[in-house]
Every structure is written in structure tokens, then in C-alpha cells.
């Protein structure tokens, strides 16, 4: 299996929180939807995240927050159906944009080489 995934976009929503009990205790899930660009238009995927604890951690981004998610796809089959869940892992803050660095200035016209080639050329 893969050690994961990440992408990174902006939280369009999130949906309510379920919870239960189970054989194996107590248990809650809330689903959560990223936008991401994808060419030219932007594309809405569907994230679930398991347990209390991460569930806690999406309290702390509001919808348009930019936010980078980790996660791994898990398929189960189901009476001769496959369903795909993402499973978040990680909720972070998108990281800053990287400082840009000043675009240097075209060079003047004197600081360009003559274009003279004389009698130099082969034709």
C-alpha cells in the first residue's frame, strides 16, 4: 500500500459529524470537501476523516482556509460493488508561498553585443 498522499486546496465545506458505537468502542467520522484546480477548472473531492481526534483537528480551519491534506485511498467490495473512501490522516495549514525573487531588469541596448558578423559568415 502506498504511504500516502497529499494534495493541497481550498476547504469548500464540511459536512456533519457521525458517530457511533461498535463492538470495538466508540467511533466518529466527519466527512469534509477540498477544491482543487485541475487544468483549467476546479475539481471538488470528498475526504473522510476517522476518529475523534482528527475530527477535533478540522475545527480549526473554516471553509475557504487553504489547507494541505494526507491521506490514503481504501477500497472495499461490498455485495459485488466497490466503494473508495480517502482517509485523511493529517490536516495541515497550506504552506506559504515561497518569497518570489525580483525579476531582474531586460539589459539597456548598450549592453547588448553588436550584431555585426562582418565578412564571417559562410554563405
Do not use: H
Amino acid at each position: 500500500m502506498p504511504s500516502g498522499f497529499e494534495l493541497e486546496g481550498r476547504l469548500a465545506g464540511k459536512l456533519a459529524v457521525q458517530s457511533g458505537r461498535s463492538a470495538k468502542g466508540d467511533w466518529a467520522r466527519q466527512d469534509f470537501l477540498l477544491e482543487v484546480q485541475d487544468g483549467n477548472f476546479p475539481s471538488t473531492i470528498c475526504f473522510s476523516l476517522w476518529g475523534a481526534d482528527r475530527v477535533k483537528e478540522l475545527e480549526k480551519y473554516q471553509v475557504g482556509d487553504t489547507v494541505k491534506v494526507s491521506f490514503n485511498p481504501v477500497s472495499r467490495e461490498y455485495n459485488g460493488k466497490w466503494y473508495t473512501d480517502l482517509r485523511a490522516w493529517r490536516l495541515s495549514g497550506a504552506s506559504a508561498a515561497a518569497p518570489v525573487a525580483p525579476v531582474p531588469p531586460p539589459p539597456a541596448a548598450e549592453d547588448i553585443p553588436s550584431a555585426d558578423f562582418g565578412e564571417d559568415l559562410p554563405f
